[in-house]
Nanobody
Framework: QVQLVESGGGLVQPGGSLRLSCAAS????????MSWVRQAPGKGLEWVSS????????YYADSVKGRFTISRDNAKNTLYLQMNSLKSEDTAVYYC???????????????WGKGTLVTVSS
């Protein structure tokens, strides 16, 4: 069965950095887009980023562009999100999702992990 397990969340100061990982199994990871989506406390879902199957193209929400970098290691079936210059508004549960596109294609994200909490606070 499909499994997506996020890790790397935690408490970080504003301006700091954090790297999230998503270990995937149960599907052909290298053939699909992968995505990150987040949900801030009391807020709705917000698409963060997506990456093409071979890593050749990446896409970002305007709110994180220039600060976050999505990447993948297909040999390890692992998705990453490097987060730099973190702001308090980045505080959210971050979910790894199977699928997606160059836009926020929520309906194309058929499996999600349980999420990892990122708290940005001084």
């Amino acid at each position: 069965q499909v499994q997506l397990v996020e890790s790397g969340g935690g408490l970080v100061q504003p301006g700091g950095s954090l790297r999230l990982s998503c270990a995937a199994s149960g599907f052909t990871f290298s053939s699909l887009y992968m995505s990150w989506v987040r949900q801030a406390p009391g807020k709705g879902l917000e698409w963060v980023s997506s990456i093409y199957s071979d890593g050749s193209n990446t896409y970002y929400a305007d709110s994180v562009k220039g600060r976050f970098t999505i990447s993948r290691d297909n040999a390890k079936n692992t998705l990453y999100l490097q987060m730099n210059s973190l702001k308090s508004e980045d505080t959210a549960v971050y979910y790894c999702a199977k699928g997606g596109s160059w836009y926020p294609d929520y309906y194309g994200m058929d499996y999600w992990g349980k999420g990892t909490l990122v708290t940005v606070s001084s």
